[in-house]
């Protein structure tokens, strides 16, 4: 992604909206841009997001209504 492209096509985008809550949206998000970057996912939790995709994938999952169903929940 080409950082310098993507600012240009957003200028574009809010050139041609008349949208007064797009405008005050993307105020707050760049205002926030600190907070928001603090948010991001640490290398542990991305690790074990994987992990549970790669589980999903490989059928390594118990349907939910089994796991109602063993711990006594319905």
């Known amino acids: 992604m080409d950082i310098q492209l993507e600012k240009l096509e957003l200028i574009k985008l809010l050139k041609e909206t008349d949208s007064p809550f797009v405008i005050n949206a993307i105020k707050k998000i760049l205002r926030n841009e600190k907070e928001y970057s603090n948010k991001e996912l640490d290398d542990y939790a991305i690790e074990g997001i994987e992990k ?6 490989n059928g390594r999952v118990v349907p939910y209504e089994e796991v109602k169903k063993k711990f006594g929940w319905i």
């Open 52 to 57: 549970g995709l790669d589980d999903v994938k």
